[in-house]
């Protein structure tokens, strides 16, 4: 099946061993609108397993994945992503303590 759109993402992650950010870009296929949380998961499993992120209810209730969302804290399960050309931004809380990528203690 032929995606429907194609979605730039862009990740911030983190780097403990370095203690360093850093930034990576995938474009992802959409074959439907879908959330934020669901790119994440596309992105570890077809490009980099190395990717860390929490996920628990995914059904808005938990807050295990409350990111940053185009600059924004949301919750990953909840944001809806329609596919755009804008790039989607998404990024770890500022005001926690960050163990990899988007785990945060
Ligand atoms: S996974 Fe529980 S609020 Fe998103």
Redesign the pocket.
């Known amino acids: 099946m032929a995606a429907r759109f194609s979605q730039e993402v862009c990740l911030k992650r983190y780097n403990p061993e370095e203690d360093k950010f850093y930034y990576q870009n995938f474009q992802v296929p959409l074959f439907s609108p879908t959330t934020a ?1 669901n790119i994440l998961r596309y992105i570890y499993l077809n490009y980099d397993h190395s990717l860390s992120f ?13 990111i940053k969302i185009n600059g924004q804290p949301r ?4 944001y809806i992503v329609t596919g755009s050309n804008q790039t989607l931004n998404l990024s770890p809380l500022d005001d926690r303590d960050l163990v990899v990528d988007f785990i945060t203690r």
């Open positions: 949380l929490n996920e628990g209810c995914g059904q808005g209730k938990c807050g295990c994945c409350l919750l990953a399960c909840n």
